[in-house]
């Protein structure tokens, strides 16, 4: 068997070499048979071969060829481009886009030699090998028939049948494949858990993009995982995350996973005030009837019996449109701002996921999508009267901690150059300033005597969007005392057939816990409603400072408010400045420091507003204050002396401390809010407290360690990305039994979105840390070592 690079024959190409090589005529069939050749032809890629022999003498001729006119795809090119219809293989169907397909430096011919190379067969099975590509400094691809590789990849490497190749798994950890540099005559071993699950993922955007055939470069199977995290971050997660509700997609943003009534169907409820999209969703229903989608009016005052009265009925709550020509019919129609949602059961708008996606989104230059999610939030308070929990009808009387003011000032800093920069920031302001009186400083989320606010949502009856035995232990008893089932005692308690004062209390302040975005924790149940928290506290002071800085700054201290956004005895003509803000921003702080502040612990705690004392429970919250820039100097240094050391652990923060938390067992299991439990928030906002006071050290040890766990769990379980990770655990942080589980984790062969506000806080940690750890983390070097490394300068980069 010989095989080679040949001299190009003239005419071709001077970067054009061809390969070929001699191959027995049962071994040609062997390795194309006639199916695949078929296939291999109506996708553009030519098979020429030159069967010529008549005795056993192994003089057949396989030349298998594709386009190498290729100009300049990169190696790194997200799937739908790598592998897309527009940059298929030697392409020849119409309107493919010569400009963007792949470069091949060098030839392009694939002999049919024998082997593996196309099937890909992992090394356990036997198949006799050519010969062994030598490392070299070409850069290596490889040609792989999709199919049968996947499936003996799965085969072979998935030995628990989840679809994912993980360190769990027991496989060889081998698979060769034929190179195609060498024209697939020498093969070369793909080793290992990473890089076999990289080709898993691979192969599964291949097969999802219908290739049967493709020439993949080894740079995407053995690429630095921080690179790839990053960059399927960027260029992928973001992209499967993005919605719009209009009639393009409103069956896929429509579908909500945790609707449990008999006939889920997509439903719309549109606020009173927005009459042209009520006209235009009901031309959508009646045009289009096998969507089966209800347009529903909401009456203009919302009680908590007619949120109640929507629970079997749930559906999306209607969001900010633009007006667009369609190109079409020439006339003007409406179309759904795109927005992020978080993932998994998640699928539609949420309050402060959307604040954190929105740093990833801006570090990725997706601006137009957090600038999108300012505008929705503007609509939900001009609609609904507050930012929303997300925009499901059950989530109509709640909200979620307020990050409205940094979002727009982060979005505007990114757009300040555009004409209409100035007009959006307004916008979200007056908007903001709205939200402030109407919802944080009006009952009964403020508790007049502190000054303070609360997590307090009005609502009725037990929450329908949880996982169907969330309350069983609180319910049972219960049901037990009025002799009925579990089902029947919801349905007779949710319709105000028993009373029961116990209950209704413990369902405000189970609502107060959703609101507060901590849902669920030891720390707020069965007593949230009454917490003034530092978090919401310092969120709010952040409010007052950014809203007199931008009014003075930008605004020159004198803010007319619109009729349609005044509040409470606010008269027309009203004009906001800076100095009122400020005097609230001193106000808060002041009572925040009094009722909030333990010198004796040297960190913030929570205040109980009915009890009138602090609540001791250690949360990771108190580095709000420091986010906010509510604490002293004094303050956040013994914030971070004396708090710190009780939250950091292997991988970043935990939520709150053990000691906090309390004992678990069957009785009182664990709560996810609660230790050991890590959430991208309470990391991001520590990091930008920390170094708002000039603990930049710290913030960078505290990103390295949260980026470690995140790398890690990618590197070792096919690239997963959850919504929350236990930081205490070394190994697989990614599971998480407490409540509903882990969300993030339900894919097969490849993840497609990773988790909103976890994907956030990767690209803005990657801004934290310097160069050095970015290289050290691309290792896959613990932060324990890292650490003891540098101090001892022994790390050399
Ligand atoms: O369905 C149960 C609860 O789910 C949400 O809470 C969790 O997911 C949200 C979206 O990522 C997140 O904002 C929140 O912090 C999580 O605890 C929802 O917000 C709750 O209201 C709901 O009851
Ligand atoms: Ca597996």
């Not at 470069?217 to 992928?236: F, G, H, M």
């Not at 006071?693 to 096919?718: H, I, P, V």
Request: with cysteine.
């Amino acid at each position: 068997m010989e095989s080679g690079p040949h001299t190009p024959s003239p005419g071709t190409s001077p970067s054009t070499t061809t390969t070929t090589t001699i191959v027995h005529p049962q071994r040609l069939e062997q390795i194309i048979p006639a199916v695949a050749k078929a296939s291999l032809e109506a996708d553009g890629i030519t098979i020429r071969s030159n069967i010529a022999n008549t005795d056993d003498a192994p003089r057949t001729v396989g030349v298998l060829r594709y386009n190498t006119s290729h100009d300049s795809l990169h190696e790194f090119a997200p799937a739908h481009i790598y592998y897309g219809d527009d940059h298929d293989i030697g392409s020849t169907k119409k309107g493919a886009v010569r400009s963007k397909v792949r470069t091949y430096s060098t030839s392009a011919a694939i002999p049919l030699n024998s082997g593996g190379g196309i099937d890909g067969q992992p090394r356990s099975g036997g198949r006799r090998r050519a010969s062994y590509d030598e490392p070299s400094s070409i850069p290596r691809k490889f040609f792989i028939n999709v199919v049968s590789t996947l499936q003996s990849l799965l085969e072979s490497e998935d030995t628990d049948g989840n679809y994912q190749i993980t360190i769990d798994d027991g496989g060889p950890k081998t698979i060769t494949l034929g190179t195609a540099n060498s024209g697939g005559y020498n093969r070369a071993d793909i080793r290992g858990t990473y890089m076999l699950s990289n080709l898993l993922q691979e192969l599964t955007y291949a097969k999802q993009f219908g290739r049967r055939y493709i020439v993949l470069d080894e740079a995407r199977l053995n690429e630095n995982p921080v690179d790839r995290l990053s960059r399927l971050i960027r260029t992928s997660f973001w992209d499967g995350l993005t919605r719009r509700i209009d009639a393009s997609v409103i069956e896929v943003v429509g579908y909500d996973p945790k609707d449990r009534t008999a006939d889920p169907r997509p439903r719309i409820y549109v606020p009173i005030g927005a009459p042209e999209q009520l006209a235009y969703y009901q031309k959508v229903a009646a045009d289009r009837p096998e969507l089966r989608l209800e347009v529903i009016q909401l009456p203009k005052e919302i009680t908590p019996d007619y949120v109640k009265s929507l629970n079997d009925k749930p559906g999306l709550l209607a969001l900010a449109m633009d007006k667009e020509i369609d190109p079409r019919t020439g006339q003007e129609t409406l179309v759904g701002k795109p927005f992020v949602v978080p993932g998994g059961r998640f699928n539609e708008l949420y309050g402060w996921d959307s604040y954190m996606e929105s740093l990833g989104l801006i570090v990725d230059n997706k601006v137009e999508l957090a600038k999108n999610m300012v505008e929705h939030f503007a609509f939900c308070i001009q609609h609904y009267g507050k930012i929303l929990n997300a925009n499901r009808s059950y989530y109509l009387s709640r909200s979620q901690p307020p990050f409205l003011t940094d979002m727009a000032l982060r979005v505007y800093e990114r757009i300040r150059h555009e004409p209409e920069s100035k007009e959006f920031l307004r916008g979200a302001l007056l908007a903001a300033m709205k939200e402030y009186h109407q919802v944080w400083m009006s009952e009964p989320r403020l508790d007049k005597v502190t000054g303070l606010s609360r997590y307090r949502p009005e609502g009725k009856g037990i929450p329908p969007e949880t996982e169907a035995e969330h309350f069983e232990h609180i319910l049972m008893p219960y049901a037990e005392k009025h002799n009925m089932s579990f089902d029947e005692f919801q349905q007779a308690y949710n319709d105000g057939v028993v009373i029961e004062p116990d209950l209704d209390e413990y369902f405000l302040h189970d609502r107060a816990v959703r609101e507060s975005g901590h849902d669920t924790s030891y720390r707020l149940e069965k007593i949230c409603g009454n917490l003034a928290t530092i978090d919401l506290n310092s969120l709010l002071y952040k409010y007052e400072t950014d809203i007199s800085k931008t009014i003075r700054t930008i605004f020159g201290d004198k803010l007319p408010v619109p009729d349609e956004w005044l509040v409470g005895d606010q008269k027309s003509g009203h004009v906001e400045s800076s100095a009122i803000w400020d005097r609230r921003a001193r106000k808060r702080k002041m009572a925040m420091d009094k009722y909030m502040w333990n010198p004796e612990k040297g960190i913030f705690f929570d205040y109980d507003t009915v009890e009138k004392k602090q609540h001791f429970y250690e949360t990771a919250t108190t580095f709000w204050a420091m986010w906010a820039g509510a604490a002293s100097p004094g303050q956040a240094r013994s914030m971070v002396e004396r708090g710190l050391p009780k939250f950091e652990v292997l991988g970043g923060l935990v939520a709150g401390t053990e000691e906090s938390r309390g004992v678990v067992g069957i009785d009182r299991p664990n709560r996810q809010w609660d230790y050991p439990y890590g959430w991208a928030p309470q990391q991001i906002l520590a990091w930008g407290g920390l170094q708002r006071y000039g603990f930049d050290q710290e913030a960078e040890r505290l990103a390295y360690r949260w980026l470690f766990m995140m790398t890690k769990a990618f590197f070792d379980y096919n690239g997963v990305v959850v919504e929350k990770y236990d930081v205490t655990r070394p190994v697989d942080p990614h599971r998480v039994d407490a409540e509903y589980g882990n969300q993030g984790l339900d894919f097969k062969g490849v993840a497609r979105e990773g988790f909103g506000w976890v994907n956030a806080s990767y690209q803005y940690g990657l801004q934290i840390i310097n160069s050095h750890m970015r290289r050290a983390l691309g290792a896959l070097t613990p932060p324990d070592s890292f650490s003891n490394a540098f101090d001892r300068e022994e790390m050399v980069f």
